[in-house]
């Protein structure tokens, strides 16, 4: 849940984020040939993902891969 709430929150656009693009806006219409045409949410970025889903067999495997690291790791192997 916290993965897909990080890669929401990239996107979510805050005051901040505004207050800085329209700096650079200002700053970008300084020196161009037609000022009017650099627009505000061309200086906001947008972060994608190249990441593929992964299946649910996948992900349990994974997870079975992963406990078993950290069970013997930690000394919490088979019980006999």
């Known amino acids: 849940m916290w993965l897909k709430y990080l890669e929401k929150d990239i996107n979510d656009f805050h005051r901040e984020d505004y207050y800085l693009a329209q700096i650079a806006t200002e700053i970008r219409r300084s020196y161009v040939k037609r000022p009017k045409s650099v ?11 190249n990441k593929k889903p992964v299946s649910k067999t996948e992900r349990e495997l ?14 919490f192997g088979k019980k006999k």
């Open 39 to 49: 627009r505000l949410k061309d200086m906001l970025l947008k972060f994608t993902s």
């Open 62 to 75: 994974h997870n079975k891969k992963s406990k078993a690291f950290w069970l013997s790791a930690l000394g």
